[in-house]
């Protein structure tokens, strides 16, 4: 089967704040289309447990701020089509995962996204930057967020996306859109490298699963390549 460019398919790039003790305090989701951010959303989100003073101190997000808003739930929609339309992208994927899955332990049915038409209800694959970059750049000394993009020289680029896009006061690290922003500038900066803009869906997959996974070939095994 003929597998498009990544540069041609929809990514949805999503970041939590919150936790399993709080529940899900704030959310940004960042579209991407042939290679472009072109759509966003973002809000604060009605706490269902404790949120600690260590999470205020990371996330700025205190119960009074959050108490107005309707819980995540009410986002089921925003969600679910985001997974029918494209795979789900984060950096370090497993907590945005975890978070979704508290809410929703399953999406509906939606592609796998593998190349051969099949149906799952899991929020996964996931892109994961956490793992991506650093799996197909060497010398890297950290998988940080913010190391990455400073590593990249990507701080500008980010920044300008943040002034358009973020509301204002939640415009920096720690923040859901901003860090949701910044996982998709990584996945937006590979098309400057020549050797990865004709690279399948798959690929960004396949470099996302654990080293382990990537040497065993399991993706390969599907013959997909």
Known sequence: MLSLPWTNETIHFLD?????TSGILEYGLVTMRRGKIVEVSTRLCRPNGQIRPEDIALHGITADRAAPFPPVQ???ETFAQARESGPLAAHFASTENSLLKSVWPYPRQAPDF???G???SEWG???DTGRLIPAIFDGLTSAKLETLIEAFDLQETLDHYAGELCPPDRSHYH???YDALASAVLVENLKNYPEFTNKPLLWLLEHSSPEKTRRRGL???RNLF
């Not at 939590?16 to 399993?20: I, P, S, T």
Request: hydrophobic letters at 50%; proline letters at 4%; aromatic letters at 22%.
């Open 74 to 76: 009410e986002d089921w």
């Open 16 to 20: 939590f704040e919150g936790n399993a």
């Open 125 to 127: 694959p996931w892109i």
């Open 219 to 221: 993706f390969r095994q």
């Open 118 to 120: 099949e149906m799952i």
């Open 175 to 177: 923040c859901a859109l």
């Open 114 to 116: 593998f190349g051969l």
